[in-house]
């Protein structure tokens, strides 16, 4: 009888030592996102400025952007080159008259109404540019911003 119960002892002893390595892995717990490591742009001319900016189904992520004294009516930017394109974002303030003219290397792009944040001109790759964002109004206390968001 003592030595069945040996056996019996020693098989217990076995599957218990087993059992642990037929079990499935614990599902790792993954620490929460670490929130500091998210940049949240600042606001350019009273609007927030989003993190992310989708056009035409692409991703670009805010990398930098400038905004004009008050009253000066003009905003120059010179865009260093970057591998991927990048995205311009441009902004008046709601109570601005008149129109905002924005031009990227001496060309006339767009003219839209103030007041707006607009986007869409995409910058090729690999060059430097020199964005001008320009009032045709002039107001004294009037300020206009360029934001530009890397593509992702």
């Keep these: 009888m003592t030595a069945l119960a040996g ?3 020693v098989a217990l002893v076995a599957v218990v030592a087993v059992l642990p390595r037929l079990a499935p892995d614990p599902v790792p717990v993954r620490p929460p996102p ?3 490591l998210v940049v949240v742009p600042p606001q350019l001319v009273d609007h927030q400025l ?10 670009y992520g805010y990398l930098t952007s400038e ?3 008050p009253g000066s009516g003009l905003l120059r930017v010179s865009v260093e080159p970057s591998p991927t394109t990048q995205l ?4 008046s ?5 008149g129109a905002v003219v924005l031009s990227i290397d ?3 792009i767009r003219r839209d109404p103030a007041g707006l944040v607009e986007s869409g001109p995409v910058l090729v790759a690999g060059r430097t540019h020199v964005v001008v964002v320009r009032a045709t109004h002039l107001d004294v206390s ?6 530009v968001y890397q593509r992702q």
Excluded: I
């Design 7 to 9: 056996c019996a002892l």
């Design 34 to 36: 670490d929130d500091s």
């Design 50 to 59: 989003q993190a992310v900016v989708r056009v035409g189904g692409v991703d």
């Design 67 to 69: 905004e004009s004294t």
């Design 88 to 91: 311009l974002v441009w902004v």
């Design 93 to 97: 303030p709601p109570d601005l008259r």
């Design 106 to 108: 001496g060309e006339v």
């Design 142 to 147: 009037a300020r206009l911003g360029v934001a």
